[in-house]
């Protein structure tokens, strides 16, 4: 017996297991457009603090503190100068950060989305 033959007279359940389909679908191309931008942003972040840690021994904290603060900003993301650590061994250059990103879906659910950044890079010497 086929799946057909036995759906027969019963034409109203495969138009629901289409539209729950449909709607399943476009939830979660909802939570994509929601969250994706959030992991771009923190990406796009983590590589300007790589950037900057590579740079450090041409700049001062406060330069790299102020740079890193308007790139985050540009892209959405909160932070204050304070929000960001950033240490100088004799060695290497350290650069931290933590923030938060609350997401509201559908206007009823929130979610914090929690991310850390944390570079570490060599400090590179001027021969």
Avoid: C
């Avoid at 979660?28 to 790589?50: D, K």
């Avoid at 450090?56 to 406060?62: E, L, V």
């Amino acid at each position: 017996m086929k799946y057909t033959e036995i759906l027969k007279g019963r034409k109203g359940f495969i138009k629901f297991k289409t539209l729950f389909t449909l709607l399943v679908l476009a939830l979660l191309v909802y939570a994509g457009i929601e969250v994706i931008p959030l992991y771009i942003g923190n990406y796009m972040l983590e590589q300007e603090v790589s950037s900057a840690a590579e740079m450090a021994m041409h700049k001062s904290d406060a330069d790299i503190n102020k740079r890193l603060v308007e790139r985050a900003n540009s892209w959405g993301i909160t932070l204050k100068e304070g929000d960001i650590k950033i240490e100088r061994g004799e060695y290497d250059v350290s650069i931290y950060t933590a923030y938060d990103i609350e997401v509201n879906f559908l206007g009823q659910y929130k979610k914090k989305f929690a991310f850390d950044i944390d570079v570490v890079k060599p400090i590179q010497k001027v021969e």
